[in-house]
C-alpha cells in the first residue's frame, strides 16, 4: 500500500487524502513520518515547527496528528499494520521540468478525454496543485463544456482559463 493512501486510512481527524498526500510527500517513508511524529511531540523543537510549515497543515492538524501518533493504543495498531502490510514509500517525482509545477489548478464541466480523478491525479503527478475552488491563488482553470459558475468566476478574477486540449497541449 502506498504511503499516502496508509496514511489516509488511519483515519486521523481532520487528515484526509490530499493531507495524506502532503504528509507522504514531505516524509517520504513510513520510518521518517514516525520519527517525525515522535520529534514532533516536543511542540517547541524544530520537528514541529516544520510540520506545522507545511503547507495547509496548521496547528490544530498537528494537534490531531501528534495525538493520534502518541496514544499508546494506536502504537500498538500500528505496529500490528507495519508488520502485516508492506507500506511503500512515496518516490516524489520529478517535476522540476513541469510547466504546471507549483501551480494550482481547478478543474470544471465535463472533461472528454480522461476523467476528472485522472486528470486529477496526471496534474499533481506533474507538481500542481488541484483545487476544487477558484481563488486569486488559481493560476488555471481547466473548463470543460458546462461549466458555469466557476468560469465566471475565473473571468472575474483574472484567472488563465484553457479547454482540455490547450491543457494537454500544456502538460505535454
Sequence with gaps: IGLDRFIYALGIRQVGQATARLLARTYGSYHGLKAAMAAAQDRDGEAYAELIDIDQIGPAVADDLLGFFAEDHN?????????????????????????????????????????RSEAKAKAESLGAKVSGSISAKTDYLVAGPGAGSKLKKAAELGVTVLTEEEWLALIG
Excluded: C, N, R, Y
Aim: no cysteine; hydrophobic share 50%; aromatic share 2%.
Design 75 to 115: 502504537q500498538d495498531v500500528l505496529a500490528a499494520l507495519e508488520a502485516a502490510l508492506d507500506i511503500q514509500d512515496m518516490v516524489a517525482a520529478d517535476t522540476s521540468g513541469s510547466p504546471v509545477a507549483g501551480k494550482t489548478v481547478v478543474f470544471t464541466g465535463t472533461l472528454e478525454t480522461m476523467g
